[in-house]
């Protein structure tokens, strides 16, 4: 499921816990991954937090967060299995709903962003049972690090609830649910239809510019740092001196394709590419290894400078600069920084070092 699947049931969830009924009391549980995340929700569970038993929140980070009052907050460990996972769920003793998910590290090739197109396994349920079961999980997963009267009004709600029976129908209401839900992402995908970036850059058309390129990577959306790992690989190709002089500008159009062509040829589905200046290029590369985007940028390389064999008969300059980041904003300054000092150093690919694995 993608991100951006979730989202809907996710608020879902969340504004159940605060629709007005007499069922309480109210239990709500969520791991948000990242602090930015959270901000974004801030002010729904400042609400939450207002009139349910007990809230508590999940984060990944070194220090406690500064949550709404009547919040517990959790620190995640980067290195634990929870640090993964996207998880809301509201509880009570007649009502119950539950979303898991856990982050795959990768990206859905057509989705319209970055952010909105990661990739998680998991499900969700409006049956109060499946609530229980994942409430009780992580009680058992959290539970050493909640203080005492987080713990005994997250117990008072667990007895309850296991002493009455489900609401007979449960499963009416939840299909219904799902086929609304249904619904509304396949709108959601027509609308978006004409507005996703060029997939897939089997072509040289499929570059984008730089204004495609900051919407892609959400660099004016909700996004976090510690999440998707993404490799940066700049690309310089230099025509040899006096290339121009000697063959003419009437070519000048196939030798440009026949460029992008060697340049794009490597990439996958949900890669995307953008033209910098008119001889370096971005490369940005979803859920890669550093070996494997050195792989690929050595592919391109060898692309390039195949084209000294066939049309145009060229024998480029090519070099490159790798760097793979959970930064967000991604470091597009220090990559073509390094690829600059490639270029003066002679040295065909050079490597950014890799971050401390904890960055957030």
Not at 61 to 74: F, H, K, Q, S
Not at 156 to 175: C, I, K
Request: aromatic share 4%; net charge negative; glycine share 8%.
């Amino acid at each position: 499921m993608t991100k951006r699947s979730l989202v809907s049931v996710s608020h879902a969830i969340e504004r159940a816990a605060l629709a007005t009924a007499e069922d309480g009391p109210v239990v709500a549980v969520a791991l948000f991954q990242r602090m930015p995340y959270f901000e974004r929700e801030r002010a729904l569970y400042e609400r939450i937090a207002a009139t349910a038993a007990v809230t508590v929140i999940g984060l990944v980070g070194p220090t406690p967060p500064a949550l709404p009052d009547g919040a517990y907050g959790v620190l995640l460990d980067e290195a634990e299995p929870l640090a993964r996972e996207w998880s809301v769920l509201v509880l009570t003793p007649r009502f119950g709903a539950a979303l898991v998910a856990h982050d795959r590290m990768e990206v859905e090739p057509t989705a319209a962003t970055l952010e909105a197109g990661r990739l998680f396994d998991g499900g969700w349920s409006f049956r109060r049972d499946d609530a229980l079961h994942e409430a009780v999980r992580l009680r058992g997963q959290l539970g050493d690090r909640l203080p005492q009267a987080a713990l005994l009004a997250l117990d008072d709600v667990l007895g309850r609830v296991r002493d009455l029976p489900a609401t007979p129908g449960e499963a009416r209401g939840e299909a219904a649910i799902r086929l609304l839900a249904q619904r509304a992402e396949r709108a959601r995908s027509r609308l978006d239809g004409g507005h996703r970036p060029a997939a897939a850059p089997a072509q040289p058309a499929a570059l984008l510019d730089d204004a495609a390129m900051r919407r892609w990577t959400g660099v004016d959306g909700v996004t976090a740092s510690g999440t998707l790992p993404v490799a940066v690989v700049a690309v310089r190709v230099s025509e040899p001196a006096g290339a121009p002089e000697r063959f003419g500008r009437r070519s000048a159009a196939r030798e440009g394709q026949a460029v992008l062509g060697a340049l794009t040829a490597p990439l996958r589905p949900s890669d995307r590419a953008v033209r910098l200046t008119e001889h370096d290029y971005l490369l940005v590369l979803p859920s890669l290894t550093e070996d494997q985007a050195i792989e690929v940028a050595d592919r391109v390389r060898e692309g390039v400078a195949g084209l000294a064999r066939s049309y145009p008969f060229v024998a480029f300059d090519v070099h490159a600069a790798v760097a793979v980041t959970a930064r967000r904003p991604l470091p597009v300054a220090d990559v073509r920084h390094a690829l600059a000092w490639a270029v003066e150093q002679g040295v065909p690919l050079a490597t950014v070092a890799p971050e401390p694995a904890g960055i957030g």
